[in-house]
């Protein structure tokens, strides 16, 4: 009789468990009673304000308005799911911005999708949905088989939307067509862009538990003068070369021209800090470059511009990356910090030395001592996991100042795909767990 109670008892604890299990927002449960489901984060794209001012006149956005066309862009993915989350961003915008239809599919390469794969989005149920000004908003999960390191094609139809928020220097190339062509295998006669527009994360479900270790910089993590569509910036290959070992999901949240302290190519390093790497599903790690525009770019707007409101110190860079790292830390994520590489021969380097040139004018500045002066911050930083030695892993052994040629891209400050390959070869995958 007493075990017969005691299996009774089992029993109706079991039923009030599955019955409570639905209430976390942070998972999904397939099969309550067996079981429980991971939402990560699986494709990340920092937006910025595409007619915000930078140093380059004429950087406004390509398309002023998206009337009657379909955009087509293509997210390379981290970790696979069952099921995936967009979300969507009107973070910039003036006007509300209406997506009228969407769908997912597999990418094959060139703008051309797998249809027997394509299924449409919802939003509450509806096929579209209207943004307010300054909002995001996740779709719908759908279940969707999502291989890992993968190419998700992404097609949205717009009969009437401006053009504020987006990554403005993405390596992936987007396609716009006229007219709805959201379930269409291809996009005719495509006019291209390097952008993704309003597309800021991609979240996957998964049945089993993954880190997700976000790469958070400026254009270096970005991926700039990397060869598009090949995916070679050095998260990407970091993705690759993890995922091949273990389930990981290594996301990339650089924006190129971004800087620690002053909004230009989007919200200041601190500014975007929460929503960019915080914020992203399922977050355990981070791995931080970012600095060599605090210095470089206030060159810029100093002697272009006139202002010198734009140079910035080195202690104010410091003081904003140790904010981050302490946010990050009361989070429980994992802090990696990367120390700012070579830039020796490029137009940012400087060093103070009499009647040194730089943009046509004698200049008083010494952005390597700064350089310097900021590794030595991150190198000595007790508050962080790890340090990342970006610094020595590019160095010309002859000169540690610059680069080393083979890993340049010619410009003396970006690595060419070799550089970025010699970048995530040199992490310690153990880092990653």
Known sequence: MRRFVRIVIACLLAVAVTACGGGNNDSLTSNPASTQSFEVATFLAP????????????????????????????????????????????????????????????????GVVD???????????????????????????????????????????????????????STTTSFVGGGDLTASASIPNPTTSVSTYYMPEIDVTRDTKVNVVVAFGDSITDGVASTENTYSNWPDQLSAIANSKFDVSVVNAGLGGNRWVKDDFGPCGLCRFQRDVLDAKGVTHVIILLGN????????????YKDPNWLVTTQQMTSNMQTAINMAKAKGIKVYAGTIVPFKGSFYYTSGQPNEVAYGQTLPYNGEAMRETFNSFIRTNSTVDGVIDFDKTLQDPSDPLQQRAAWNSGDNLHPNDAGYANIARSIDLSLLK
């Open 47 to 110: 937006q910025n304000d595409m007619l915000e001012l930078t140093p380059f006149p004429g950087q406004g956005p390509q398309f002023p308005a998206f009337q009657e066309q379909t955009l087509r862009q293509i997210a390379h993915v981290s970790a696979g799911g069952k099921a995936i989350r967009i979300k969507f961003s009107n973070l910039f915008g003036t006007t509300p911005l209406t997506l009228d239809k969407v769908h997912v599919a597999k990418s094959l390469g060139g």
């Open 115 to 169: 249809l027997t794969t394509d299924k449409p989005l919802t939003f509450s149920g509806s096929a579209s949905v209207t943004i307010p000004v300054g909002q995001e908003l996740y779709s719908d999960l759908l279940t969707f088989a999502l291989a890992p390191v993968s190419d998700l094609s992404v097609s949205i139809y717009m009969k009437n939307a401006t053009v504020r928020t987006a990554h403005r220097s």
């Open 293 to 304: 525009n605090d210095i470089g770019l206030g060159y810029e707007y100093d002697n272009i």
